[in-house]
């Protein structure tokens, strides 16, 4: 069983950066995969990034080169780290950690403006 907590989410302009966390807890962090979903109002949720628990990253086309994902086992923390943001990018982020079962960040929302 896992825990996950998200902070960092807000309002941005367009072009600015966040760094979004997600702090888990209740498991050994670093043998979970990982990864980063949003959805914006009136659509489905999509895969942002995936990061295994060695290190092999995914990222959805649309945001390859702007959105970074990372890890801190030791600190049983991932983070998203988001450049040259866009008013596309507008959603609420949710974070996950999979092995047999996925878990569920509660979500944080993020907004760009124009």
């Known amino acids: 069983q896992v825990q996950l907590v998200e902070s960092g989410g807000g309002l941005v302009q367009a072009g600015g950066s966040l760094r979004l966390s997600c702090a888990g807890s209740g498991s050994t962090f670093s043998i979970y995969s990982i990864g980063w979903y949003r959805q914006a109002p009136g659509k489905q949720r999509e895969r942002v990034a995936t990061m295994t628990s060695g290190g092999s990253i995914n990222y959805a086309d649309s945001v390859k080169g702007r959105l970074t994902i990372s890890r801190d086992n030791a600190k049983n923390t991932q983070y998203l780290q988001m450049n040259s943001m866009q008013p596309e990018d507008t959603a609420v982020y949710y974070c996950?950690?999979?092995?047999?079962?996925?878990?569920w960040g509660q979500g944080t929302q993020v907004t760009v403006s124009s």
């Open positions: 996950t950690a999979s092995r047999v079962n996925t878990y």
